[in-house]
């Protein structure tokens, strides 16, 4: 890569195919959302111009350089120069579709006085509302150079390099309306009027416009966007999902049993018994690999979401959301943050960045976590397969679906009180009015929605290959050692008896196996691991855990999903092949010393609701901590989810007793 000769920013509104364009002229794969506020930071690539690379920076997107949020405070600062050098030009883009509202930006980015160059994005969707922006005219009207693109198509890219090119090399800067930037007098109605009607003479020559009568999506979003129907919709969405989790993962989780099962035998069978071959058995292959085998549930997650993302449908949903949010002190740009925690806490908190009011802001990142991650989801889907039936409703919908979308239910329930109880700690106001633009529906790009399910499933795989890896071989060591002699040389002297006393040979391989589960427990139960549980398990007695389901579930507070890889080890020491459907049999077959079974419904609802409201993850306490400026917000965060964790999960467990579940 050749070293870059200047820096050009690329700017414009939310939503507008920015970060569509930076990613097709770099080459880089940033994520993207067909709903405002996906970049809430700034990237750099390489824009390669006919007379060689150049810089391109991402800026987030923005209505204004008056700063009133986080991320339009980034932006001032990038182009000043307070955040690296400042840029040497400028490429903005605007929505053909809406022209005068991208023209307000474009009128401040243009009183900075840099060369800058005008991509004119979305022409198509222009069209489908009865608009058509000529180009040309364009940029006559605003004296730099306009091109016509479709970024998602790669349409116009090289014109737009040569314009730019050109633009850079004669050196000379834009000319807005060369009103105030900074200040006071920026927010001054007389110059935002005086902005907007700078924008309406420019157009005033450029557009023409035809009679489309109602639009498809007009009649659309009188369901979609209704306060009942919506919602009905919305939860039908959501329903389809969680039923498509079950119903399309099955066969692929059966097949990565498979090939896991079929791995670990490969590698494991010409290996002699010892040390070695038990970590490799107990600790990699049971830990890891019991994680694995949820990456079909992930991909299926994250393929709706995604979808769901590029058709317009979630800028809906925010706007749906406003009305109930109202009611909390928050406002409809807290959904699109809280939604995006679904899928990992740590995008949604720093896409809170896009909330203007700090006390906004800080409540929706304390009750992000509160929404069930992606890395919560293989902790419900084994247990649910493990301990709940698969009976159908109404023939159609089973109804290990409905638990596990009563689960996601479950965080936002709990999101409710917290959020209002921590707003009027804070003694917010009312609710900040809210704005957004729904963008025209469109079909999803296939290439962006495989991105981002290749990307996600790469991540998570990753995590299983690094942080669930290193936990698991501590927790095999932990349940491995010490190894007292003694223990052994008793069960070598049972083993021998075997062989002497029993003729059959069918007996005496059941009778060794038996005893060889009994090692291993006994192993297990004298093990640090084993001694450190049975001391703290007081603790979480009232949630109806066994020392080893405490031990699996501390073990978690690096990573949420740390808990099946450790359960996978734990339990795997004592039956089990550490792969999913060998953990789930393990799971079933686990007894406590008195000889009652480890797991039951009570038991396993209690661990799954645990789980849905604890703050088991380091990596959003740390982000939390940086994005709130205070280590003791991530310690509040931890100390409250933990509370109402054991809390519900005390509740739950002795609820399902009550019930005969126990």
Same mark, same amino acid.
């Given at each position: 890569m050749s070293p870059a000769r200047f820096r050009v920013a690329l700017a414009g509104n939310p939503n507008v195919?920015?970060?569509?364009? %930076?990613?097709?002229?770099?080459?880089?794969?940033?994520?993207?959302?067909?709903?405002?506020?996906?970049?809430?930071? #700034?990237?750099?690539?390489? #824009?390669?111009?006919?007379? !060689?690379?150049?810089?391109?920076?991402?800026?987030?997107?923005?209505?204004?350089?008056?700063?009133?949020?986080?991320?339009?405070?980034?932006?001032?600062?990038?182009?000043?120069?307070?955040?690296?050098?400042?840029?040497?030009?400028?490429?903005?883009?605007?929505?053909?579709?809406?022209?005068?509202?991208?023209?307000?930006?474009?009128?401040?980015?243009?009183?900075?006085?840099?060369?800058?160059?005008?991509?004119?994005?979305?022409?198509?969707?222009?069209? *489908?509302?009865?608009?058509?922006?000529?180009?040309?005219?364009?940029? &006559?009207?605003? !004296?730099?150079?306009?091109v016509a693109i479709m970024a998602h198509k790669k349409d116009g890219l090289q014109a737009l390099a040569e314009a730019m090119e050109r633009s850079v090399g004669e050196g000379k800067g834009a000319k807005g309306p060369g009103l105030p930037l900074n200040g006071a007098a920026a927010a001054d109605p007389a110059v935002i009027r005086g902005r907007y009607e700078w924008a309406r003479t420019k157009l005033a020559d450029v557009i023409t416009r035809s009679e489309v009568g109602v639009r498809f999506s007009d009649r659309v979003d009188k369901v979609l966007t209704h306060r009942v129907w919506g919602v009905l919709a919305l939860v039908l969405v959501m329903g389809m999902i969680f039923q498509s989790i079950y119903a399309w993962s099955q066969p692929l989780m059966d097949l990565l049993e498979a090939v896991v099962d079929w791995g670990g &035998?490969?590698?494991?069978?010409?290996?002699?018994?010892?040390?070695?071959?038990?970590?490799?058995?107990? !600790?990699?292959?049971?830990?890891?690999? *019991?994680?694995?085998?949820?990456v079909p549930q992930i991909a299926i997650l994250f393929f709706f979401i995604a979808i769901l993302e590029d058709c317009g449908y979630m800028a809906r949903s925010a706007f749906l959301m406003d009305r109930i949010f109202a009611k909390l002190g928050l406002s409809g740009r807290s959904f699109i943050p809280l939604l995006s925690s679904f899928a990992c806490a740590v995008p949604g908190i720093l896409s809170t960045r896009t909330i203007a009011d700090r006390k906004e802001r800080l409540t929706t990142m304390l009750v992000a976590p509160l929404m069930s991650c992606s890395a919560r989801l293989p902790v419900y889907t084994v247990?649910?397969?493990?301990?709940?039936? !698969?009976?159908?409703?109404?023939?159609?919908?089973?109804?290990?679906?409905?638990?596990?979308?009563?689960?996601?239910?479950?965080?936002?329930?709990?999101?409710?009180?917290?959020? %209002?109880?921590?707003?009027?700690?804070?003694?917010?106001?009312?609710?900040?009015?809210?704005?957004?633009?729904?963008?025209?529906? &469109?079909?999803?790009?296939?290439?962006?929605v495989l991105r981002r399910v290749t990307e996600q499933c790469r991540e998570f795989v990753t995590n299983a290959g690094t942080i669930i890896l290193a936990v698991a071989v501590v927790v095999w060591a932990l349940g491995a050692f010490p190894r007292p002699q003694a223990l052994f040389d008793g069960y070598q002297a049972r083993r021998q008896a075997?062989?002497?006393?029993?003729?059959?040979?069918?007996?005496?391989?059941?009778?060794?196996a038996a005893l060889d589960r009994q090692e291993q427990g006994d192993l297990m139960r004298q093990s640090w691991l084993g001694r450190l549980g049975r001391?703290?398990?007081?603790? %979480?007695?009232?949630?109806?855990?066994?020392?080893?389901?405490?031990?699996?579930?501390?073990?978690?507070?690096?990573?949420?999903?740390?808990?099946?890889?450790?359960?996978?080890?734990?339990?795997?020491?004592t039956g089990g092949d550490g792969n999913s459907g060998g953990l789930r049999q393990?799971?079933?077959?686990?007894?406590?010393?008195?000889?009652?079974?480890?797991?039951?419904?009570?038991?396993?609802?209690?661990?799954?609701?645990? %789980?849905?409201?604890?703050?088991?993850?380091?990596?959003?306490?740390a982000v939390i901590r940086r994005e709130s400026g205070h280590w003791g917000w991530a310690a509040f965060t931890f100390s409250y989810m933990t509370v109402l964790a054991w809390g519900a999960g005390a509740l739950v467990f002795h609820a399902a007793v009550a019930f005969g579940l126990g």
């Open positions: 195919g920015k970060t569509t364009l %930076f990613n097709a002229l770099t080459g880089l794969n940033q994520r993207t959302g067909n709903y405002p506020g996906v970049t809430v930071s #700034w990237h750099v690539g390489q #824009w390669d111009l006919p007379g !060689g690379g150049v810089e391109l920076v991402d800026l987030p997107g923005s209505y204004s350089l008056t700063a009133l949020s986080p991320d339009e405070d980034l932006v001032q600062k990038l182009l000043q120069g307070l955040e690296g050098p400042a840029p040497s030009a400028l490429l903005a883009i605007i929505d053909a579709s809406n022209p005068e509202r991208n023209l307000y930006f474009l009128s401040q980015l243009m009183d900075l006085g840099l060369p800058t160059v005008v991509a004119l994005n979305m022409g198509d969707v222009a069209e *489908s509302k009865g608009l058509k922006v000529n180009a040309q005219a364009l940029s &006559k009207a605003l !004296g730099v150079p306009v &035998k490969l590698i494991l069978s010409p290996m002699p018994a010892g040390i070695l071959k038990d970590l490799l058995s107990d !600790g990699v292959i049971a830990g890891v690999g *019991s994680i694995l085998v949820f247990l649910i397969a493990a301990f709940l039936p !698969g009976r159908r409703i109404f023939g159609l919908i089973d109804q290990r679906a409905l638990v596990l979308l009563a689960l996601y239910c479950l965080g936002v329930a709990v999101a409710v009180p917290v959020a %209002f109880l921590l707003r009027k700690y804070m003694r917010a106001g009312s609710a900040p009015l809210f704005l957004i633009e729904l963008p025209g529906y &469109k079909w999803p790009d296939a290439h962006t075997v062989e002497l006393q029993v003729a059959s040979a069918p007996v005496k391989a059941a009778e060794g001391t703290i398990n007081p603790l %979480f007695e009232p949630l109806g855990w066994d020392w080893r389901v405490t031990m699996a579930a501390l073990a978690s507070i690096p990573a949420r999903e740390v808990v099946i890889g450790s359960m996978g080890t734990i339990f795997s020491a393990a799971l079933s077959q686990a007894r406590r010393d008195d000889g009652t079974p480890v797991f039951t419904i009570a038991v396993a609802l209690s661990l799954m609701v645990f %789980f849905a409201l604890c703050a088991q993850c380091a990596s959003t306490l």
